[in-house]
């Protein structure tokens, strides 16, 4: 089934109907948090944001795992096949290898075309960071950085989470990845209500993000070009320098694998925010890395893949 769910991904990619369940969970975060955030927050103590914080989590997560797992159940009652099947397109919905790489390639076209302006609103799209000013290789570090990163959010934690609890298990981590990326952040609305949407998100992604680290180095053996021994000593020095626990894995391997520096200065509305770097600079970025990046993620991908039918084979033997 996990099998499955990758081809359709690939092919299919996320679905525009009925509508996607992440934008479900998101609409339910969304409902939550207007009931649990007080209006006033600097009213609130700390504390008790953090607590209510923990509502909101416990409380998406228990709601997205129980309401899947109930629906696998019926759909078991009415037919085996019905259930694995269903269970095969929920998995496939929270995978996004190909919305990956459509991101990414709305960046690069416009980019190779010389329409600066068109490149710096797609990628917008899929960065926080103020894109208005980027030239050619911040937009292709922005673009390469965010492809690296949702290597471990969209492609190999869902996977490894369907691997251990099927759908279920699946969709409550997209439902743990949707909260970090709506109330995780460190700011002054969510530093204390996103506490523990970001923590557990972090602890979530720890051994997926490792994970991928070392499929990341395999892919870099096997691709032209690339340096899976760079790549390795990339994630053992800089990885720990990223904020993120685990972000800095993906990001440090692929910087390493193609021999350019991310991470920098960023812009925040209208705030300067320097990033720790990542991988060193033996030549200047170009939006063919982006292409490389892709690759990249579709080698992880096919590593999962064949990972699977090596096993599905020995199941048969």
Same mark, same amino acid.
């Given at each position: 089934?996990?099998?499955?769910?990758?081809?359709?991904?690939?092919?299919?990619?996320?679905?525009?109907?009925?509508?996607?369940?992440?934008?479900?969970?998101?609409?339910?975060?969304?409902?939550?948090?207007?009931?649990?955030?007080?209006?006033?927050?600097?009213?609130?103590?700390?504390?008790?944001?953090?607590?209510?914080?923990?509502?909101?989590?416990?409380?998406?997560?228990?709601?997205?795992?129980? !309401?899947?797992?109930?629906?696998?159940?019926?759909?078991?009652?009415?037919?085996?096949?019905?259930?694995?099947?269903?269970?095969?397109?929920?998995?496939?919905?929270?995978?996004?290898?190909?919305?990956?790489?459509?991101?990414?390639?709305?960046?690069?076209?416009?980019?190779?075309?010389?329409?600066?302006?068109?490149?710096?609103?797609? !990628?917008?799209?899929?960065?926080?960071?103020?894109?208005?000013?980027?030239?050619?290789?911040?937009?292709?570090?922005?673009?390469?950085?965010?492809?690296?990163?949702?290597?471990?959010?969209?492609? !190999?934690?869902?996977?490894?989470?369907?691997?251990?609890?099927?759908?279920?298990?699946?969709?409550?981590?997209?439902?743990?990845?949707?909260?970090?990326?709506?109330? =995780?952040?460190?700011?002054?609305?969510?530093?204390?209500? =996103?506490?523990?949407?970001?923590?557990?998100?972090?602890?979530?992604?720890?051994?997926?993000?490792?994970?991928?680290?070392?499929?990341?180095?395999?892919?870099?053996?096997?691709?032209?070009?690339?340096?899976?021994?760079?790549?390795?000593?990339?994630?053992?020095?800089?990885?720990?320098?990223?904020?993120?626990?685990?972000?800095?894995?993906?990001?440090?391997?692929?910087?390493?694998?193609?021999?350019?520096?991310? =991470?920098?200065?960023?812009?925040?509305?209208?705030?300067?925010?320097?990033?720790?770097?990542?991988?060193?600079?033996?030549?200047?970025?170009?939006?063919?890395?982006?292409?490389?990046? !892709?690759?990249?993620?579709?080698?992880?991908?096919?590593?999962?893949?064949?990972?699977?039918?090596?096993?599905?084979?020995?199941?048969?033997?």
């Amino acid at each position: 089934m996990l099998l499955a769910a990758i081809i359709i991904d690939i092919i299919i990619g996320d679905p525009r109907w009925p509508t996607h369940p992440v934008i479900r969970i998101g609409q339910w975060i969304s409902w939550a948090e207007s009931r649990l955030l007080p209006s006033d927050i600097n009213a609130a103590s700390p504390g008790s944001l953090r607590r209510r914080g923990v509502v909101l989590t416990v409380l998406t997560l228990l709601i997205v795992f129980s !309401v899947m797992w109930l629906l696998l159940w019926l759909a078991h009652q009415i037919h085996p096949w019905i259930g694995y099947a269903i269970n095969t397109w929920f998995i496939a919905t929270t995978i996004a290898i190909k919305g990956l790489k459509d991101a990414a390639m709305k960046v690069y076209r416009p980019l190779r075309e010389g329409r600066m302006d068109e490149a710096r609103k797609y !990628v917008g799209y899929i960065v926080g960071r103020d894109t208005s000013k980027l030239d050619e290789p911040e937009i292709t570090r922005a673009t390469v950085e965010t492809v690296a990163e949702n290597t471990v959010d969209a492609v !190999v934690s869902p996977l490894f989470y369907a691997l251990l609890g099927a759908a279920p298990l699946a969709m409550l981590y997209r439902a743990a990845n949707t909260l970090d990326s709506m109330v =995780g952040y460190k700011n002054e609305k969510y530093l204390y209500f =996103g506490w523990a949407s970001a923590r557990w998100d972090d602890v979530m992604n720890w051994f997926p993000a490792r994970l991928t680290g070392c499929l990341l180095v395999c892919t870099a053996a096997l691709r032209q070009g690339c340096s899976a021994a760079r790549a390795a000593r990339a994630i053992r020095k800089f990885a720990r320098l990223h904020p993120s626990p685990n972000s800095g894995i993906p990001e440090s391997a692929v910087a390493g694998a193609l021999g350019i520096e991310l =991470g920098g200065i960023n812009v925040y509305h209208g705030r300067t925010s320097e990033r720790a770097r990542m991988g060193w600079p033996l030549r200047e970025r170009c939006k063919e890395d982006i292409i490389v990046t !892709v690759h990249m993620l579709y080698g992880v991908s096919f590593l999962i893949a064949g990972g699977l039918m090596c096993a599905l084979c020995w199941t048969w033997l």
